[in-house]
């Protein structure tokens, strides 16, 4: 079974920073996709940024330029460094773990909340 396990989420002004990160434990084999997600109030979670164990990211458009996804592969670990952030990221952060080896499998962390006020 595998576990994933965030923190860093809070409260901050709008133009502020954060930093999220999340440990994942368990059965992990590599190849696979960590990333984030949100999911506002009344809104329908989104993905916000995710990176292979190769390196290579995707980024939602409203984050590009301002959030940073970065993972270590040996401690089956990533993190997302938010800069500049606006009210609109207000929302609960889910960690996210993806892999097709040897079957197909996801799981997901128990949120963390971050609230920007402006």
């Known amino acids: 079974q595998v576990q994933l396990v965030e923190s860093g989420g809070g409260l901050v002004q709008a133009g502020g920073s954060l930093r999220l990160s999340c440990a994942a434990s368990?059965?992990?084999?590599?190849?696979?996709?960590m990333g984030w997600f949100r999911q506002a109030p009344g809104k329908q979670r989104e993905l916000v940024a995710v990176i292979t164990s190769g390196g290579s990211t995707n980024y939602a458009d409203s984050v590009k330029g301002r959030f940073t996804i970065s993972r270590d592969n040996a401690k089956n670990r990533v993190s997302l460094q938010m800069n500049s952030l606006k009210p609109e990221d207000t929302a609960v952060y889910y960690c996210y773990l993806y892999g097709d080896y040897p079957v197909r499998y996801d799981y997901w962390g128990q949120g963390t909340q971050v609230t920007v006020s402006s």
């Open positions: 368990g059965s992990i084999f590599s190849g696979n996709v």
